[in-house]
């Protein structure tokens, strides 16, 4: 099992930036792919972004796609998801998540195995 513990939430002000981080600890905290998805209040939880186990490979959702950026330290065990150009509809608990079973699904949240407790972010207008 792969403990995640995100970090780097807060509030700011619209078009302001953050950066996210998910320390991956465990025994089986290795090079798996990652994403990040987040969860406003009275909806569902709703995929952000996804990176394969090398980095080579991300993936947005589209209503991130230009403002966010989802990298990784593997040396770290560590993945980031760096948010800019803040807005409103953000704000959410983002969390991240790892899975064992490859890169096919990642915006698929029932693909992933493990799953950190959450970091707040609320962009105030």
């Known amino acids: 099992q792969v403990q995640l513990v995100e970090s780097g939430g807060g509030l700011v002000q619209a078009g302001a930036s953050l950066r996210l981080s998910c320390a991956a600890s465990g025994r089986t905290a290795g090079s798996y792919p990652m994403g990040w998805f987040r969860q406003a209040p009275g909806k569902e939880r709703e995929f952000v972004a996804a990176?394969?186990?090398?980095?080579?490979?991300?993936w947005y959702a589209d209503s991130v796609k230009g403002r966010d950026t989802i990298s990784r330290d593997n040396a770290k065990n560590t993945v980031y998801l760096q948010m800019n150009s803040l807005k409103p509809e953000d704000t959410a608990v983002y969390y991240c998540a790892a899975t064992g079973r490859g890169s096919t699904y990642l915006t698929s949240e029932r693909y992933y195995d493990s799953w950190g407790q959450g970091t707040q972010v609320t962009v105030s207008s």
């Open positions: 990176i394969s186990w090398s980095g080579g490979s991300t």
